[in-house]
């Protein structure tokens, strides 16, 4: 779940198709119905396929027998081109009514107009209550003082290591009085070379800028200011600058421990890698768990390591359930919402234990039973928000980085550089 995906530049012409639209469409709250006792058909998405979302399509039958007056058909997306898909069909006034978005862009698609207030609804709905949800995630949701999205899961960032690779070379796993130095002492003991050909690498020290962040974090660092407005001093800041060059240097130089971009992607990813005893250790969310219990890799979970100072961060990947704010029949949307994100869905989706579910009676159970993954509930203390969940701007921020450590990595450009290039282009656009 991944959910960072890649936009077009269709995303643009979004909010110019939502206000010719809204011009056009009910007020909020509008059903829209057409003749008396006529159904309304709404449809909904999701990333993924049919195979992968067999929850998603129960909870869409049950909600149809119990709603004869509304029919609800589920239209999947594939994960791949989900973003690209989604935006174009808002941009054509043919989105489903009510679709899901990743924490990474809760604010982009609320900017773009194309998400509707859910605030005079709860008003109004004396029989739900946002307090059956973890609070963190319902904040998370709420942008600018508007609640826009209502929590599908979610799922922390945790330390997944492979246990194969560690009792072969004789290794304790990890603990969870780990630092960061002391995970990358370990990765040397478990890289293997033949020759001058690496076969087994320790750690993946990747591109994927949210395993970067939890390292800036517990180094004393970030990309940008608390309120997500400023680049200078903090993207290309001094620790900063240092603490990306040791990140670096772990998948560079001869005595690298992680794969490179190009290692990883010509054997498969850190997933492939981890369950084929090629990557020993991890940063990375629960839902890996789905390919991992396909495999016949020995795993386990642990927190994720401490800076210098004992601080430990990590971030809670989620996902929310949106209504169409240029949808014909919000009111039923709004009762589909509630649906999918209600009690019983979450504990249906939570049987696999693939997911954690985003409501408090429901983890506290599943707390309770859990014993191999405990850790990654744990690691939910010690969650922070990253700069998309901080500013409207997060995405300039994740574009600049993500360019700035493709540079680095490919050894196109060095740390201090690539980061005041980053940084300068970022408060640019800002202004």
């Not at 862009?105 to 005079?120: N, Q």
């Not at 999205?149 to 990890?174: I, T, V």
């Not at 839902?287 to 961060?313: C, F, H, M, N, Q």
């Amino acid at each position: 779940m991944k959910k960072n995906w890649k936009w077009s530049t269709m995303l643009s012409m979004v909010i110019i198709a939502a206000l010719a639209l809204s011009a056009c469409g009910g007020k909020s709250g509008e059903s829209g119905n057409g003749a008396a006792g006529e159904k309304v058909n709404l449809t909904f998405t999701v990333w993924g396929d049919v195979n992968a979302s067999a929850n998603e399509q129960k909870l869409a039958d049950e909600f149809n027998k119990a709603h004869p007056n509304i029919q609800v058909k589920f239209e999947p997306i594939p994960s791949e081109g989900y973003g690209t898909k989604l935006t174009t069909s808002l941009a054509a006034g043919q989105a489903p009514d009510v679709f899901l978005i990743g924490e990474g862009d809760y604010f982009k698609y609320v900017e773009k107009g194309v998400v509707e207030p859910l605030d005079d609804y709860l008003s109004k709905d004396s029989d739900f209550s946002l307090d059956i949800f973890q609070k963190d995630l319902i904040d998370n949701m709420n942008i600018n003082g508007k609640q826009y999205y209502l929590p599908k899961d979610f799922n922390p960032l945790a330390l997944w290591y492979n246990k194969r690779m560690f009792d072969e070379a004789g290794l304790e796993y990890p603990s969870n009085d780990w630092t960061w130095d002391q995970l990358i002492e370990t990765s040397k003991k478990l890289t293997k070379k033949e020759g001058n050909k690496y076969t087994e690498f320790g750690f993946n020290a990747g591109k994927w800028e949210y395993p970067i962040y939890t390292y800036l974090w517990d180094h004393g660092t970030d990309i940008a200011n608390e309120d997500g407005t400023q680049a200078e001093g903090f993207m290309n800041g001094e620790k900063t600058v240092a603490a990306i060059e040791k990140y670096v240097a772990l998948s560079q130089g001869e005595d690298r421990v992680s794969p490179t971009p190009q290692d990883a992607e010509t054997l498969g990813g850190d997933s492939s890698m981890f369950m084929t005893d090629k990557l020993a250790m991890m940063v990375t969310g629960r839902w890996v768990k789905t390919d991992l219990d396909k495999s016949d890799v020995e795993y386990g979970s642990a927190l994720i390591p401490t800076g210098e100072d004992g601080t430990r961060t990590s971030i809670i990947a989620s996902a929310g359930w949106a209504i169409n704010a240029n949808g014909k029949h919000k009111q039923e949307a709004y009762e589909l919402l509630k649906w999918l994100s209600g009690t019983e869905a979450q504990k249906l989706r939570s049987e696999n234990g693939k997911v954690l579910p985003a409501t408090v009676t429901e983890l506290e159970e599943v707390k309770a039973n859990e014993v191999a993954d405990k850790p990654v509930i744990e690691m939910m203390d010690y969650a922070k928000k990253p700069v998309t969940l901080r500013s409207t701007h997060g995405p300039i921020f994740v574009e600049e980085f993500t360019k700035a450590m493709e540079k680095i990595l490919l050894k196109q450009q060095d740390v201090k550089g690539a980061l005041d290039e980053a940084a300068k282009n970022v408060d640019s656009k800002i202004k």
